[in-house]
């Protein structure tokens, strides 16, 4: 079962802040986060491998409720270049090497 | 850094014919992935495999088959394509191991079947 990302898109306003979810309808073992800018490849961003970890990297962090089975982004004073889809990703059990994607969040930052 | 290749990077092609993609990894990962995506759209897993001689079926239902007979080959084979094979086609790798590895991409082989 794929995870499902919220919003499904969002316009800001360079400097304005985000916060993209993703929600599991099955136990998350570890949550990856990743963009994916236009006409190119997904890049990784972060991993969350523990619940209530909280990981950040320049003004995007990310952070992980294990009980909830939810993962979320948050985007602080928002670049033009951050400006893609992100895609949350997991392994979709324990012991197994099927990984799964979320349903993607686009993310428009406009000047 | 991830050195993941895929060839050719775009494919245009009648329908009926056979079409390979190529993907190939240089950092010896045990696991590789085969994801369609249409543009601006979710990754859709149609193949993985988590080590030579191993190979899965995805989620989506795909008329494209696989084969894993070198650690850093995993070719994906389309006996006669279709117009709805028209789509972006990403390879990924990881490590092999527990579930804290990220995917790492290559560029994706744009195909359009006629």
């Known amino acids: 079962q794929q995870p499902v990302q919220s919003p499904q898109a969002v316009i800001l306003r360079e400097g304005e802040d985000a916060v993209i979810n993703c929600s599991s309808s099955?136990?998350?073992?570890?949550v990856h986060w990743y963009r994916q800018k236009h006409g190119e490849a997904p890049v990784f961003l972060m991993i969350?491998?523990?619940?209530?970890e909280q990981k950040g990297h320049d003004k995007i962090s990310a952070s992980f409720n294990e009980k909830k089975q939810q993962s979320s982004l948050y985007l602080t004073a928002s670049q033009l270049s951050y400006s893609g889809t992100y895609f949350c990703?997991?392994?979709?059990?324990?012991?197994?090497?099927?990984?799964?994607f979320g349903t993607g969040t686009r993310l428009k930052v406009l000047a | 850094e991830a050195d993941i290749y895929q060839t050719p990077r775009y494919l245009v092609i009648g329908t009926g014919k056979k079409i390979t993609l190529e993907c190939s990894q240089t950092?010896?990962?045990?696991?590789m992935y085969w994801y369609q995506q249409d543009p601006g759209m979710e990754l859709h897993l149609i193949h993985y495999?988590?080590?030579?001689?191993?190979?899965e079926k995805g989620d989506l239902s795909s008329e494209s088959t696989v084969s894993r007979i070198r650690t850093e080959h995993f070719p994906l084979t389309l006996e006669s394509a279709r117009p709805s094979h028209t789509s972006q086609y990403l390879c990924?790798?990881?490590?092999?191991?527990?579930?804290?590895?990220?995917?790492?991409f290559g560029d994706g082989t744009r195909l359009s079947i006629l």
């Open positions: 969350l491998l523990k619940g209530g």
């Open positions: 099955k136990a998350l073992y570890s």
């Open positions: 495999s988590y080590g030579v001689n191993s190979t």
């Open positions: 990703g997991t392994e979709s059990g324990s012991g197994t090497y099927k990984y799964i």
């Open positions: 950092m010896g990962h045990d696991k």
């Open positions: 990924a790798s990881s490590q092999g191991g527990s579930s804290n590895q990220p995917q790492h």
